[in-house]
């Protein structure tokens, strides 16, 4: 083989494989205009499941709403003793194993469920509260003009019908957290 036919082969062979580079590079460009057409469907499609997932969140919120319990079941209203023992806390006002005992006051107005918390005769603290499902969720929250941001969430999820247990979480100006153990025994009524 002579020089001409060396670069003759060698001329052909890049040509080659320009034109295989040229068909290569046109299917990925098919292939991305492919993949960006999906996209979007998919973006669409995702759009369409987040709106049915609100709009079905919303029904869920007003059945949940008009399911409320605006009164007390006749076996929880009225006044329990509370045991409330300290079982985790980096709080410097609460130890573990602190007790206090108060009175808890479950009742009601027109337009929501209450839980008072009294002790030595003098109202303490409202939770609000709600009933669902064999579950009492009860909250407080103090006013923004205290000088410490105080949240109470607890839990009753143990309930008889003289006897209900479960736990609160209090937290101070998000700074500190306390965990509690509660049990309320039914304050027996002379009638």
């Keep these: 083989m002579t020089t001409k036919n060396y670069a003759f082969l060698i001329l ?6 320009s034109c295989y580079d040229r068909e290569r590079e046109e299917r990925l460009t098919m292939r991305e205009r492919n993949l960006l057409v999906k ?4 973006a669409l499609k995702e759009a369409e499941y987040y709106a049915l997932l609100k709009m079905r969140d919303s029904i ?4 949940d709403t008009l399911a409320m319990i605006s009164t007390w079941p006749e076996y929880i209203e009225g006044q329990w003793s509370a045991r409330v023992v300290c079982t985790e806390s980096n709080c410097p006002d609460y130890v ?4 206090r005992n108060d009175t808890w006051i479950f009742s009601s ?3 929501q469920l209450v839980t008072k918390v009294v002790t030595n005769n003098k109202l303490v603290r409202v939770y609000k509260a709600s009933y669902t499902a064999d579950i009492i969720n ?6 923004s003009s205290s000088s410490r941001q105080v949240v109470m969430n607890v839990v009753l999820n143990d309930l008889m019908e003289n006897k209900m247990r479960g736990i609160r979480i ?3 100006d998000n700074r500190c957290t306390a965990k509690f153990n509660v049990e309320l025994n039914r304050i027996a009524t002379t009638e």
């Design 60 to 63: 869920l919120a007003v059945k």
């Design 39 to 42: 996209e979007k469907q998919f």
């Design 109 to 111: 107005d027109s337009t």
């Design 12 to 17: 052909l062979l890049v040509t080659l494989a």
């Design 138 to 143: 009860l909250h407080f929250r103090s006013d």
């Design 96 to 99: 573990v194993g602190d007790q």
């Design 170 to 172: 209090l937290s101070i």
